[in-house]
C-alpha cells in the first residue's frame, strides 16, 4: 500500500527555522517525483515544488524560490521541505503528493495527511 | 503561467441534483492534461479525474470530466451528501509547474 506519512504539526516564531518531512511507503521511492502544496487558511492548493529523489533534481514555483528549499534522503525514503527564517505569511497547511506517473509535471494520486505549520509570535 | 478561472464560486443544490462545475484556462492546454480533486473539510485533496476525463481508482461513476483547449467542466450526476466539499481543477503541462484553480464549494441543501 503506497502511503506518505508528514511530521507533525509545529508552532514557530517568526525567524525560525524548520524543516518538516513526508515518509513514503510502499512504492519506489527513487522512481517517482514528488511535490510538495501549500493551502493557506480558507484559501486553495499551491504547488511550491517537486524533487526527483533519484538524482535531487528539483524544480520550484517562482514564488517561492528562494524562500524554501526542498530535499530528499533516498536511504529512508523521506523527502523535506524547509525554511531558514520563517514569516507569518508561511502559516499554512502544507502536504506532500506523488504524481500519478513517473512525470514531474502530472496529477497527484497520492497524498499525505499534511502538516500544519503556525508562524506566530 | 497558466491561469486556471472556476466557476462558479459556491454551488448550492439539493441531493439528486446534477452540479456542473467550470474550468476555464488562460491558454490552451495540449493533451488535455487537466486534473480535478476534490478536497472535504480537514482533508487531503483527493483526485478524481486526469487527463481531463479519466476517473481515478474508486471513484463513482457520478462524477464525470469532459472538455479541451481552454474550457473543462466536472459534472455531478446525481448530487448525495458527501458530495459537500471544495473542488479544485489542476493543470499539468506548463513550465514552470503544476497549477490549480480557485475552487468551487458544492453545498447540498
Known amino acids: 500500500e503506497v502511503r506518505l506519512v508528514q511530521s507533525g504539526a509545529v508552532v514557530k516564531k517568526p525567524g525560525d527555522s524548520l524543516r518538516i518531512s513526508c515518509k513514503t511507503y510502499g512504492y519506489s521511492f527513487t522512481n517517482y517525483w514528488l511535490g510538495w502544496v501549500r493551502q493557506r487558511p480558507g484559501k486553495g492548493l499551491e504547488w511550491m515544488g517537486t524533487i526527483y529523489p533519484d538524482d535531487s533534481d528539483t524544480g520550484y514555483n517562482p514564488s517561492v524560490r528562494g524562500q524554501v528549499t526542498i530535499s530528499s534522503d533516498k536511504s529512508i525514503n523521506t523527502a523535506y521541505l524547509q525554511w531558514s527564517s520563517l514569516r507569518a505569511s508561511d502559516t499554512a497547511m502544507y502536504y506532500c503528493?506523488?504524481?500519478?506517473?513517473?512525470?514531474?509535471?502530472?496529477?497527484?494520486?497520492?497524498w499525505g495527511q499534511g502538516t500544519m505549520v503556525i508562524v506566530s509570535s | 503561467e497558466i491561469v486556471l478561472t472556476q466557476s462558479p464560486g459556491t454551488l448550492s443544490l439539493s441531493p439528486g441534483e446534477r452540479a456542473t462545475l467550470s474550468c476555464r484556462a488562460s491558454q490552451h492546454i495540449t493533451g488535455r492534461y487537466l486534473a480535478w480533486y476534490q478536497q472535504k473539510p480537514g482533508q487531503a485533496p483527493r483526485l478524481l479525474i486526469s487527463?481531463?476525463?479519466n476517473r481515478a481508482t474508486g471513484i463513482p461513476d457520478r462524477f464525470s470530466g469532459s472538455g479541451s483547449g481552454t474550457d473543462f467542466s466536472l459534472t455531478i450526476s446525481g448530487l448525495e451528501p458527501e458530495d459537500c466539499a471544495v473542488y479544485y481543477c489542476q493543470q499539468y503541462v506548463d513550465s514552470p509547474g503544476v497549477s490549480f484553480g480557485g475552487g468551487t464549494k458544492v453545498e447540498i441543501k
Open positions: 503528493a506523488r504524481p500519478a506517473n513517473k512525470q514531474w509535471l502530472d496529477a497527484f494520486d497520492m
Open positions: 487527463g481531463a476525463s
